[in-house]
C-alpha cells in the first residue's frame, strides 16, 4: 500500500538559517510527488510537485525539493529560512487514479517553527 | 481572483446533531473533493466528485454524506455528529486541464461536544 512517512514532527531552525524537511515515500512504481504548506488558519498551498524528469525541482517561496529513487525520498529545502516560512508542511504522493487523475496520499505533516 | 471558499470557518455543536458544511468554488473546476485533517495524520479523503452525476466514496466516508448541488458547490453532511469526528475539514477542486492540481479552501475546524 501507498504511504507517506515525515520522521519529524516538529523542526525549529533560526531565520537565516538552511532548511531541510524529510519525506520517504513507499509506492511500487515512480510517483507522483507533491510538497503543500499550510499557514496558520489558512488552506494548504502546493510548493512543488515532482511527475518525472529533472529530480531536482524548483517551487514558489524559494524552495526545492530532490527525489532520490534509491532512497524513496522526497525531501523539502530551503536555502535561508524566513520568519514568514514557519507554518506546517505536508509531503504527499499521487497514486494514478481513473482516466488522468491521481489520488493524494498525504503524510502526517511537519511543523517548521522560526527563532528570530 | 478565483477562489474555493467554505462556510462555517468554525462550528462548535453537540452529538447527534445534523451539521453540513459547504464548498463553493469560482475556479471553474469539475473536480471537488472533502479532506478531513486530524493532528499527526494528515488529511484523509471523505467524498470526491468528478462531476455534478458522479460522488464517490474516499477511504474515511462513514458517518459522513455529500450533495453536489451545482457544478460550484459541493456540502459535507454529518448526520448525526460525534465527538470523534471533531476535525478540520478541507474542500478542494481540481481540473484535467490544469494536471488535476487540487486547489484547496480554507478549512472548517468543527467541534462535536
Redesign the interface.
Known sequence: AQSVTQPDIHITVSEGASLELRCNYSYGATPYLFWYVQSPGQGLQLLLKYFSGDTLVQGIKGFEAEFKRSQSSFNLRKPSVHWSDAAEYFCAVGAPWMDSSYKLIFGSGTRLLVRP | DAD?TQTPRNRITKTGKRIMLECSQTKGHD?MYWYRQDP??????IYYS?DVKDINKGEISDGYSVSRQAQAKFSLSLESAIPNQTALY?C?T?T?AL????F????TRLTVL
Not at chain 2, 484547496?104 to 478549512?107: I, L, M, V, Y
Request: aromatic share 14%.
Open positions: 474555493v473536480r499527526g495524520l494528515g488529511l484523509q479523503l468528478f478541507f478542494a481540481s484535467p494536471g488535476n492540481e487540487q484547496f479552501g480554507p478549512g
